[in-house]
């Protein structure tokens, strides 16, 4: 068979304070850069991507048509320029493949949460345009990230979505290939299933996400569970609580051999979601009273222990902050902290002086509080360069499995106690590799402050002590009830067991 591939990776936060241009897709940050043609297959091999993990799942029984493949990191809506540039770029790839190749199916590795300047629903509008090309009946397969927002319009346009069951997202590449595994039932005389899909009435705030906490860890054994020879897939995506859309919530979904085994094991799902709304539950600390706690855990007993984790929620670059927020550094160094680091802050105009001066000098600059966040400021200090780095990491964790980071000029600048990893480019701190390529090592430190909701447990879980939760300026809203809502679905509850929105 002949398979047309791409993917457009964009979680899009509309309360974040800079938007996704062209040139961030070029530049990726965590992600490999604008892929088109073959590049994909030269690109993705090995790696916790799910297009990766689609292209190993089907191996060479089949002929793969690569059009084309694009990411950047959160941030608030892309462009228009971007949107048409890299959609295009994917439809004119099918419709070629259409017409030269006579195609017989289409994969797409999407997130399922863009906002672009014209489009609410981007994903929608993309599926719509490939449906427009190939017909009605050509089957179109898509992974989607957990936290897309799944609209009626993704669900009509494509055959089969199915989303990941981990968050951490350390099954990326294993949703690939379970789409990658659908389309070869297809190919093997399987029809086309009917679907049921259904939307939940409250938001789930993100750190509560965890699929190593309860709920989610429940939620998605019984996911897994309901799959059958009557059901070949059933999905549940959270949402991205920070997209002010009417197509902003938690979805449930299924396909069935019938319409009825669809329904039943839709409705299956959506019981145990609706039964969970108390259940979400993360405890958030202010960031002074996080940083007290990090001190005082670390400061009992004697003899060598693990770091105290804080997850700096607000600023994560993984959910649409720029990443320089300085809150936490600045509870850092009122509460005195020792050993103590935090990354990454994006300033390339500091990364850049830093590399100036030199290693073993001190900087006398404004760092971080570039994008203006109410309640936050650049923080002016003599700081002390202790490393340079150029930026080019090797990921060696699970979550980023595989990856080449590119973050651009970078060093490690300290303060007292305390150390600050400074990058140019913006991607979350979820990997231990970002601490140590610019000298730190992040096991010998008693606080680590990572710029992450969640994704980082995958790397650091093991190397800590305990994991706190701590909100500072950021405009990724802890409580997606702190949120100015506007567009939302009227009597939504914009948190679990929170007020309806209304209009």
């Known amino acids: 068979m002949k398979i047309a591939i791409g ?28 892929s088109i043609g073959n590049e994909i297959f030269e690109r993705f091999q090995n790696q916790n991507i799910p297009i990766s993990g689609f292209m190993a799942e089907m191996g060479n029984k089949h002929e793969l048509i690569p059009t084309a493949w694009a990411a950047a990191s959160p941030s608030a809506e892309v462009t228009d320029d971007a949107f048409e540039r890299i959609a295009g770029a994917i439809c004119d790839g099918i419709r070629k493949a259409v017409i030269e190749k006579n195609v017989d199916m289409v994969y797409l590795d999407l997130h399922g949460a863009m906002v672009t300047d014209s489009y609410r629903d981007g994903e929608g509008e993309l599926l719509r345009r490939v449906r427009e090309i190939v017909g009605l009946k050509m089957p179109i397969a898509v992974s989607l990230d957990l936290h897309a927002n799944t609209t009626p319009e993704m669900i009509q346009h494509a055959e089969m ?61 019984l996911v897994a569970s309901l799959e059958s020879r009557d059901v070949p897939s059933a999905s549940f995506t959270p949402g991205f609580p920070a997209a002010d859309f009417d197509g902003c919530a938690p979805v449930v979904w299924a396909y069935g051999a019938n319409e009825a085994a669809a329904n039943a094991a839709a409705g299956k799902l959506e019981k145990r979601v609706l039964a969970a709304e108390g259940e979400w539950d993360a405890r958030v600390l202010t960031a002074i009273d996080a940083v007290r706690e990090a001190m005082r855990i670390a400061t009992l007993g004697t003899g060598a222990r693990k770091p105290v ?73 003599p700081w002390t360069v202790e490393a340079v780095a150029d930026g080019n990491v090797a990921a060696t964790g699970i979550f980023y ?85 506007k567009h939302l679905r009227k009597g939504i509850r914009v948190r679990p067991f929170g007020a309806p929105f209304e209009e």
């Open 309 to 381: 984790v804080i997850a700096d929620t607000q600023d994560n670059p993984g959910a649409g902050g720029d990443s320089d927020t300085m809150g936490m550094v600045r509870a850092l160094l009122e509460c005195r902290a020792e050993r103590a680091a935090t990354g990454l802050i994006v300033d390339g105009a500091a990364a850049k002086a830093a590399h100036e001066v030199g290693v073993g000098k001190t900087l006398n600059f404004a760092l971080g509080g570039k994008s203006r966040i109410p309640g936050d400021s650049p923080l002016e200090l």
């Open 401 to 485: 499995r595989g990856m080449k980071l590119r973050l651009g000029p970078s060093a490690c600048l300290r303060y007292q106690g305390v150390r600050v990893v400074v990058a140019s480019y913006k991607t979350q701190m979820a990997d231990q590799a970002m601490y140590r390529y610019v000298g730190i090592e992040p096991k010998d430190q008693a606080i680590l402050v990572n710029k992450s909701s969640v994704h980082f447990r995958a790397d650091f879980t093991p190397i800590a002590e305990t994991i706190l939760v701590a909100k500072a300026p950021g405009p990724m809203a802890a409580d997606p009830a702190d949120l100015p809502w």
């Open 161 to 221: 979505l199915v989303a990941y069951r981990t968050y951490p997202h350390i099954d990326m590449a294993e949703t690939g290939a379970r789409a990658a595994f659908y389309l070869k039932q297809r190919i093997n005389g399987m029809n086309a299933p009917d679907v049921a899909y259904r939307r939940l009435p409250y938001i789930i705030p993100i750190t509560s996400q965890c699929t190593d906490l309860f709920p989610g860890n429940d939620i998605y054994k």
């Open 7 to 34: 993917g457009f990776q964009h979680e899009t936060n509309t309360f974040a304070p800079s938007r996704a241009t062209y040139e961030r897709f070029i530049q990726g940050g965590g992600w490999p850069p604008v």
